[in-house]
């Protein structure tokens, strides 16, 4: 038996813990297969690997440590390419920690530098790019490659600028990612699972990892929506075109048919009409999720819907039992012309830009609560949740869309549901309006009406407070388009 068994085991005797935290040290900073496959992978001899897995699966250290076994041999050119400056940066920090320092013929350059080169003493050069910058791809003979979050890495990047470079000097090439679609990352991966010559693949969920606490496994199927779950956790290929709510809405509990008594706190969605859509307002309780609010109504002009809008949150407010409302509304394009004007008129709303991947947050996180019975919508609405899919670009990022081409319903509800979750549930300052005092509601009309100066360049504000500007069909709150009806 060696000496440091022998300590390693007097150590294990005499202080449990510190070696415990010897060996975690020691994963950390090398790699100690572990039995969730990781050796099938560092024993394949195949040209071209392929390895789809979940995250925490330990897909990076395995990258670095066959990084670190090729750079043994001299005069070698080695890339490791990921799909943006932070995974780069990520594989370089694995690659620095695993690599011994007395091999670096320089010190290596720090974690922030833009520049991730090591040299060897041995002439191996070992590179880091970005696959996100492609230029900075042409022109080199490489001998073997890293392609880090594969499927988020357009295939023309490795079909025209990675590929090309393994064929003088017969490279080879490891490509790792979490599954993204059918994409190039894919067609690569099934080449290994087919059997042709020289490829290899494999498929390891999270779950594989036995260093993962399966609570936290657990915890992650409980917050993302299942397909989600599917993707990212345990590995799946999943094709574009499912719809997103669609196990959701199997969940006994998940539709209603009517809505329900408002009381506590209520969150209000407001989705306003573009083109051919429709304008929604709906409202959840706090308390349950459950639907306590819905309207729906097109074709009127942008004045009528402002007040129709703050109509609808005055008698949410003096609903009895209601304790606070709170609304949000889509304020992107011109929708924030509206909440001005909102605002203006003492209407407390919030504004929520759908843009810079907002979306995708809100309907990922009521897809989840849908699935696991934190929220459900109206009958009336199903429709249009079933056709509202997810799809997935070139570069593998989520897409959410209507097949039929309205969201309207979708989106007003993401609102009242990603309220209910992160906002809190305190009251909000409206204007008192009595319906039965004309001057009262012309108070309000004044404010949201009020006319265009003379002279007054038309901005898109101007021109939505002109009520000469649109159709100039009026007509009164509960005299047209869906109701805003209490449930019993």
């Not at 050069?125 to 492609?134: K, R, V």
Request: charged residues 25%; hydrophobic residues 40%; negative net charge.
């Amino acid at each position: 038996m060696s000496n440091d068994r022998q300590r390693a085991e007097a150590l294990g005797r005499d202080n449990p813990e510190a070696l415990a935290r010897a060996r975690a040290e020691l994963r950390n900073r090398l790699l100690i297969p572990h039995s969730g496959g990781q050796e099938d992978i560092l024993q394949s001899e195949a040209r071209f690997r392929t390895l789809a897995a979940g995250r925490r699966w330990g897909k990076t250290k395995v990258a670095a440590h066959e990084i670190v076994r090729r750079a043994r041999k001299p005069n070698q050119m080695i890339w490791w390419i990921a799909n943006t400056y932070k995974n780069v940066s990520r594989g370089y920090r694995e690659v620095v920690n695993q690599i011994p320092p007395s091999w670096l013929a320089k010190p290596a350059p720090a974690y922030t530098s833009t520049t991730k080169i090591l040299q060897l003493k041995n002439g191996t050069m070992i590179e880091f790019y970005s696959g996100g910058s492609p230029d900075s791809l042409a022109g080199e003979g490489v001998d073997f490659v890293v392609v880090d979050e594969a499927a988020l890495i357009p295939d023309n990047v490795w079909q025209q600028l990675i590929r090309p470079t393994l064929m003088d000097t017969g490279g080879e090439a490891f490509i790792i990612s979490t599954p993204r679609g059918h994409n190039w990352f894919w067609q690569m991966w099934k080449l290994g699972q087919e059997g042709k010559p020289g490829y290899d693949s494999w498929h390891f969920a999270q779950t594989d990892n036995p260093y993962i606490p399966q609570a936290e496994t657990a915890a992650a199927k409980d917050e993302l929506p299942t397909i989600i779950f599917q993707q990212e956790i345990m590995a799946e290929f999943l094709a574009s075109g499912a719809s997103i709510f669609g196990l959701g809405l199997e969940r006994d509990g998940a539709v209603i048919d009517e809505i329900v008594e408002p009381r506590g706190n209520v969150f209000v969605g407001i989705d306003l009409a573009k083109k051919q859509d429709f304008t929604v307002i709906t409202a959840d309780r706090e308390s349950d999720g459950l639907p306590c609010y819905f309207e729906r109504f097109q074709d009127i002009d942008w004045p009528t819907q402002q007040r129709r809008i703050a109509y609808a949150i005055e008698e949410l407010e003096s609903a009895p039992g209601v304790d606070g409302v709170t609304a949000l509304i889509d304020s992107t394009g011109l929708g924030d012309v509206v909440h001005e004007n909102l605002i203006d008129a003492g209407v407390d709303v919030t504004p929520i830009d759908f843009n810079g991947g907002r979306k995708e947050q809100m309907a990922r996180l009521l897809a989840a609560d849908m699935e696991h019975g934190r929220a459900c919508i109206l009958n009336d609405m199903r429709e249009e949740f079933e056709s509202y899919e997810f799809t997935l670009t070139k570069s593998g990022r989520y897409q959410f869309e209507a097949a039929t081409g309205h969201d309207d319903m979708v989106a007003a509800k993401m609102l009242a549901n990603w309220g209910r979750v992160h906002e809190s549930g305190g009251n909000i300052e409206i204007v008192a309006i009595d319906r039965d005092d004309p001057s009262a509601e012309a108070a309000l009309r004044d404010v949201i009406l009020a006319p265009t100066p003379a002279g007054a360049p038309d901005t898109p504000s101007d021109i939505m407070a002109r009520p000469d500007a649109w159709d100039g069909r009026e007509f009164l709150l509960h005299g047209s388009g869906g109701g805003g009806f209490f449930g019993a």
